[in-house]
């Protein structure tokens, strides 16, 4: 299917629908190794004797990573609010956009 949607997207001779149909394909297929990757290692560690003690530090490991995501995502938040106030130049609609 990645051929495929390649191919669909070399072949799409600067048609924008294409194009998004082919990337949104790509997109769709990544997606979809990732889950099925996921779900191998979940399978992997359900074979092992110790899988409540490795299942229970995957679980630990994902909150890890989403809050440091979410952490990333707030301090980018309030630096491109900044950013905004500082270059709003007394414009009252950039104002309010910055708050």
């Not at 889950?35 to 074979?47: C, G, H």
């Not at 229970?56 to 909150?63: G, M």
């Not at 301090?75 to 900044?82: D, L, Q, T």
Request: proline share 1%; no cysteine.
């Amino acid at each position: 299917m990645m051929v495929v949607s390649g191919i669909k997207m070399m072949s799409s001779m600067d048609k924008s629908d294409k194009i998004k149909s082919a990337r949104t394909g790509i997109l769709n297929i990544i997606i979809a190794l990732v889950f099925i990757k996921l779900i191998d290692y979940i399978f992997y560690i359900a074979q092992v004797p110790t899988f409540a003690v490795q299942a229970k530090q995957l679980i630990i490991n994902i909150a890890i990573v989403l809050g440091y995501l979410a952490g990333a995502a707030f301090v980018g938040a309030i630096f491109y609010a900044g950013f905004l106030f500082m270059t709003a130049s007394g414009n009252e609609d950039a104002i309010k956009k910055a708050k």
